[in-house]
């Protein structure tokens, strides 16, 4: 066998690979769509059946017409911005100082601030409750925004510091000879050329706070602030099995956007992480 048909059977192995995986993922979306697809009548007739027999949108007109959906969105969609630009506040000042200052154990450092990322949620949700309660955090969007910020900082810091990394400190160096302050030189040099990187970072941590759950679920009880992961759960609690086709349709409405910011978006994404890795 050649090389050529070698690399060929090679290629062809990791397509089907990534094929099964696709199907894999997606089978649960495309139940989803299913059910969501189902009138009432046919729900109760069985779900074994994939392709629904008289498929209708009145469950999506449901749901996009619904105030109370519509809260729940709106409450995400903020929840989810004001983490991204309030992490990006925080994040690009340290990543700039990790890429640029010299400091003792900068490696241990970073190290440390990745490790809290791998902390999961479940671990701190009964100190985390207590602290914000003990601050009287909880119930509003503030304290929820407070919390997204922290889990989304390490992630965003490492992102922005590899591409920053990839910036030349002779731009810097030029900056400061001709009198900028470090802060000029943060502001009007590193912030242009880190746009891609910041831009991958804010939307990173944007799709991360539309998905999260265990956060909102913990520290908020009121049915107008919360948003839609949560906001189905309490509607799927208070439902009874008539409403399957209206709950996949809702689940369906919380998933999507995220799916399609990321495939719309997955370029600048990856292509802004591989240039801080191969540059830094």
């Known amino acids: 066998m050649t090389g050529k048909m070698q690399a060929r059977l090679g290629d062809a192995f990791s397509y089907l690979i990534m094929a099964v995986m696709m199907v894999f993922f997606a089978w649960p979306l495309i139940w989803l769509l299913s059910l969501a697809l189902r009138s009432r009548k046919e729900i ?12 209708t949108l009145a469950n999506f007109n449901a749901i996009l017409s619904s105030s109370q959906f519509a809260a729940y969105l709106y409450n995400a969609l903020k929840l989810s911005v004001l983490s991204g630009i309030g992490c990006l506040a925080v994040a690009l000042p340290a990543a700039y100082a990790f ?36 601050i009287q955090m ?27 990394d990839g910036i030349p400190v002779s731009l810097d160096e030029a900056a400061l000879i001709d009198g900028c302050s470090r802060f000029g030189v943060f502001w009007r040099i590193v912030l242009p050329l880190a746009t891609p990187g910041i831009a991958s970072a ?50 369906l409405v919380s998933v999507v956007p995220a799916i399609l910011a990321f495939l719309s978006l997955q370029r600048l994404i990856l292509g802004a992480m591989t240039a801080g890795a191969v540059k830094g």
């Open 138 to 164: 909880t119930e509003s969007h503030a304290g929820v925004t407070m919390v997204y910020i922290a889990l989304a900082v390490p992630t965003a810091t490492w992102i922005l510091k590899g591409f920053i």
């Open 44 to 55: 109760y007739l069985g779900v074994s059946r994939l392709i629904p027999h008289e498929p």
């Open 99 to 134: 890429s640029r200052f010299p400091m003792r154990g900068k490696g241990a450092w970073l190290m440390g601030l990745l490790s809290f990322q791998m902390i999961s949620p479940l671990v701190i949700m009964i100190p985390l409750y207590r602290y914000m309660a003990s």
């Open 202 to 251: 804010f939307i990173i941590t944007v799709i991360a706070g539309w998905s999260q759950f265990l956060v909102p679920f913990l520290l908020i009880t009121k049915d107008n602030l919360m948003p839609i992961g949560v906001g189905i759960f309490q509607y799927a609690g208070t439902q009874n099995d008539s409403s399957l086709q209206v709950l996949a349709a809702a689940c």
